[in-house]
């Protein structure tokens, strides 16, 4: 079947450090690859996507990496900052399907 | 530009009773998607909705039903509330169906007592 795992329910990191989430998958034949910032108190935000016929892709101080071979996607914040603190959430969609499957999210805490 | 928005923001129902929970999509998106979220179970898909026709549905029992009107605002609504069923529910707006860019509202935060 199709799922998405993250591989640490928390993680901690300095401010101004980088950070580094990671998420594990099974579904081979998902088209994209998405990642989802949630708030406390807030419905989860877009933040990136990638396509699966893509090692890379960056945005404004993040970038995903996805490594087909493992089946393994992470997602890289340069220079953390408190507002950076949410749950983190990797998902993947098949197109056409309009199906987001989610994992079960990584709590980003910064530390000042 | 609005964003999703989803009324009520809150809510308390007793077992047994029916529920509608309303999205509204940002102006111009056409698909409507909804979710529920539990600590336990996650973010899990409920259906997909684009120009009033359901296109995808999730696992879930029948209790759970939606509709999209011609405007594209979205409804859900539950039958025979369980305790179960307590958890926000999130509406997700896209441009197209297929789209794998959503955007989320606040949810719905039911709980069943």
């Known amino acids: 079947g199709e799922s998405v795992g993250l591989h640490l329910p928390t993680l901690s990191v300095q401010e101004g450090d980088n950070s580094i989430i990671n998420c594990a998958y099974s579904n081979s034949a998902s088209d994209y690859f998405i990642w989802y910032k949630q708030e406390s108190g807030k419905g989860p935000q877009f933040i990136i996507d990638i396509r699966s016929n893509m090692d890379k892709r960056q945005g404004q101080r993040v970038t995903v990496l996805l490594n087909k071979t493992v089946k393994h996607l992470s997602l890289q914040i340069a220079a953390t900052q408190p507002g950076d603190s949410a749950v983190y959430f990797c998902a993947e969609i098949k197109g056409g399907a309009q199906k987001l499957v989610f994992g079960q999210g990584t709590r980003l805490t910064i530390n000042p | 530009k609005a964003g999703v928005t989803q009324t009520p923001r809150y809510l308390i129902k007793t077992r047994g009773q029916q529920v509608t929970l309303s999205c509204s999509p940002i102006s111009g998106h056409r698909s409507v998607s909804w979710y529920q979220q539990t600590p336990g179970q996650g973010l899990q898909f409920l259906f997909e909705y684009f120009s009033e026709t359901q296109r995808n549905k999730g696992n879930f029992p029948g209790r759970f039903s939606g509709r999209q009107f011609s405007n594209s605002r979205s409804e859900m609504n539950v039958s025979t509330l369980e305790l179960g069923d307590s958890a926000l529910y999130l509406c997700?707006?896209?441009?197209?169906?297929?789209?794998?860019?959503?955007?989320f509202g606040p949810g719905t935060r039911l709980t069943v007592t």
């Open positions: 997700a707006s896209s441009l197209q169906a297929g789209g794998n860019e959503q955007y």
